[in-house]
T-cell receptor, first 107, second 114 residues
């Protein structure tokens, strides 16, 4: 079954330190993976897609098919990065979300 | 452009009562989704519409949940009767027909069943 696993419920990182939010997936086929973000009192929104291979707000994510992972990384955390982050997998025309990781940036 | 609108934002009901949620998607978006997000979990798709037709309702508890999208625009999601385990945030999202990944989410309706 297709599944997305985010092993950390909460990740606390000091400002300026590197961030890595973990995501593992199970999918039979060529996966399409995404990261969504929800800032406090804001709506859930798309952060980035693995296909576009872009950096958004300093975040990048590389699809590692060997390890079935799609970890989200940022070299230097900023306070405004505090939010809920959801890893997601596309199956047909549907998105399957992980349970999310709350990123807390410490001053 | 105006975003996805949902109402009400909050609702508290007793178990066995009925409740309805409304969603107005972004103009021109053919696809509309209803998600249930239980505390501590990611959003779970309940039903997906393409215009006014149902694409997927495999995870909709049809004995108590129903949804419609008349005229392919607004949508309503109803729960009748509600159970305690229905307490959750109900999210509506919409997208262009072939861009399921680029869903625009509404603010959600927080339902508490007591």
């Amino acid at each position: 079954a297709q599944r997305v696993t985010q092993p950390e419920k909460l990740l606390s990182v000091f400002k300026g330190a590197p961030v890595e939010l973990k995501c593992n997936y199970s999918y039979s086929g060529s996966p399409e993976l995404f990261w969504y973000v929800q800032y406090s009192r804001q709506r859930l929104q798309l952060l980035l897609r693995h296909i576009s291979r872009e950096s958004i707000k300093g975040f990048t994510a590389d699809l590692n098919k060997g390890e079935t992972s799609f970890h989200l990384k940022k070299p230097f955390a900023q306070e405004e990065d505090s939010a809920m982050y959801y890893c997601a997998l596309r199956r047909d025309d549907k998105i399957i979300f992980g349970k999310g990781t709350r990123l807390h940036i410490l001053p | 452009e105006a975003g996805v609108a949902q109402s009400p934002r909050y609702k508290i009901i007793e178990k066995r009562q009925s409740v309805a949620f409304w969603c107005n998607p972004i103009s021109g978006h053919a696809t509309l989704y209803w998600y249930q997000q239980i505390l501590g979990q990611g959003p779970k798709l309940l039903i997906q519409f393409q215009n006014n037709g149902v694409v997927d309702d495999s995870q909709l508890p049809k004995d108590r949940f129903s949804a419609e999208r008349l005229k392919g625009v607004d949508s309503t999601l109803k729960i009748q009767p509600a159970k305690l385990e229905d307490s959750a945030v109900y999210l509506c999202a919409s997208s262009w027909g072939d861009r399921a990944y680029e869903q625009y989410f509404g603010p959600g309706t927080r339902l508490t069943v007591t």
